[in-house]
């Protein structure tokens, strides 16, 4: 029977959910990728290999597998061409198995320059890609989509109305230099293979995978608070992070998803600004950086870590109605003689911890759950009581078979 599995992040991303994708795609049918855009990234490691991807689903590793990019993702077209190019010259294949939606909003390079801009006066924290803009002019209903590509003159007249309202906001508003429209068409049609190759009616393609039985896994980017709606605002993106956006994202109701799997760090890292109650300025912050390697896979910006936050994670298993946890990192804690986490705030919004003993012995590459040191199981033991949700799968290094299944 098939099952139709949603995969996303229940803290700030950077989780490691690319491996678990990665990890459960053996068994999977179809990967739909289903918000958000090259702003965030998969890094996944197999047989001493690592590859990252930042709009291309998981999946694609796997030859069997389709994979598709829902209309709730915002596209980079240069990015997505290059990302291609290097996945086909190390020997992946996307023929006939790689599909866009018709209905992807393009990211300009006015929606760059009005990003970069205003996060410099802002301070939100973007990575200057141009993905919050896109976004924004997605709902003004100014975009312009992948299948206008299909018409050229309709591109134009669509591109023209855009470029030249950022081009007043960038001249008027952020005293930046504007853009020509003209250099902007010609450089969109240098993808139009793009659109030729992969451009499909993205609803139908999923109507038909679950009318043949195939089995989908849907994939988040970045995690549940960065969301638009539930997330530290307004440190936060600019799409639905949370299980909600699966629906909008590709066109498909919540009664065909069968099992949504949360996953969390075994302590919390964060990258860029915003609000951080349980960061860590110590050298047990330090450790957790160096060990746990935290530099954000598409940025390269160093991750901000702290300590497991409990409350905030049962808030996000609770929002996502997450049926099984996946812990990953827990090797990243071996050293720890104790470890802390958080279970409580006090009355000025501060972290209140239990400590916890560490198990200072190496967890890396354990694949059964009963190998695992006492206290290791007791850590992972405690998490699922507090936020009532069974940890069914805990990695415990960057390869695809160093992960525990329970």
């Known amino acids: 029977m098939s099952e139709n599995i949603l995969i996303l992040g229940l803290q700030w991303g950077d989780e490691g959910k690319g491996k678990i994708v990665d ?46 990019i829902g209309n709730g993702v915002v596209l980079a077209l240069d990015a997505l061409d290059k990302e291609i190019n290097d996945l086909k010259a190390v020997g992946i294949n996307f023929d006939n198995r790689f599909f866009i939606s018709s209905n992807c909003p393009l990211i300009l390079p006015t929606h760059i320059s009005i990003d970069k ?18 976004y924004e002019d997605k709902v003004g209903r100014r975009s312009v989509k992948l299948d206008d590509l299909a018409d ?3 591109l134009r007249e669509k591109l023209n109305t855009q470029v030249n309202y950022h081009n007043k906001l960038l001249k008027n508003i952020y005293k930046r230099d504007t853009h020509d429209v003209e250099k902007i068409f010609d450089a969109i049609l240098n993808y139009k293979h793009l659109f030729d190759n992969y451009c499909v009616d993205s609803q139908s393609l999923v109507n038909n995978w679950i009318t043949d039985s195939k089995s989908i896994l849907f994939e988040g980017a970045q995690g549940s608070l960065l969301d638009i709606d539930h997330g530290t605002y307004p440190y936060v993106t600019s799409s639905n992070t949370t299980a909600g956006g699966v629906s ?16 969390s760090k075994a ?22 950086a160096r060990k746990g390697n935290e530099f954000g ?17 049962k808030k996000t298993v609770f929002m996502n109605s997450v049926t099984d946890l996946c812990i990953t990192k827990l090797d990243v804690l071996d050293e720890l003689k104790e470890i802390k986490i958080c ?64």
């Open 23 to 68: 990890f459960l795609s053996e068994k999977i049918n179809a990967v739909c990728r289903f918000q958000g855009g090259h702003n965030a990234g998969h890094t996944i490691k197999v047989n001493g290999k690592q590859t990252v991807l930042h709009l291309v689903p998981s999946g694609i590793l796997h030859e069997n597998i389709n994979c598709l």
């Open 117 to 134: 801009a205003r996060d410099k006066d802002e301070s939100i924290g973007t990575t200057g890609r141009g993905i919050g803009p896109a």
């Open 297 to 313: 896979a598409t940025t390269g910006r160093p991750r901000r870590c702290g300590w497991l936050d409990l409350v905030s994670l």
């Open 343 to 406: 279970v409580q705030y006090n009355n000025l919004g501060e972290p209140i911890y239990q400590t916890m003993k560490g198990w200072q012995s190496i967890t890396e590459g354990i694949s059964n759950y009963e190998m695992l040191p006492q206290n290791a199981k007791k850590y992972i033991e405690f998490i699922e009581k507090f936020i009532e949700c069974k940890a069914t799968t805990i990695s415990t290094g960057p390869s695809r078979d160093q992960t525990i299944h329970r």
């Open 248 to 263: 909008t994202g590709l066109g498909i109701g919540p009664k065909y998803i069968d099992k949504i799997i949360g996953i």
């Open 267 to 288: 302590y919390t890292t964060r990258v860029g600004e915003g609000p951080f109650l349980t960061e860590l300025f110590d050298q047990d912050g330090e450790h957790l």
């Open 152 to 154: 050229e003159q309709k």
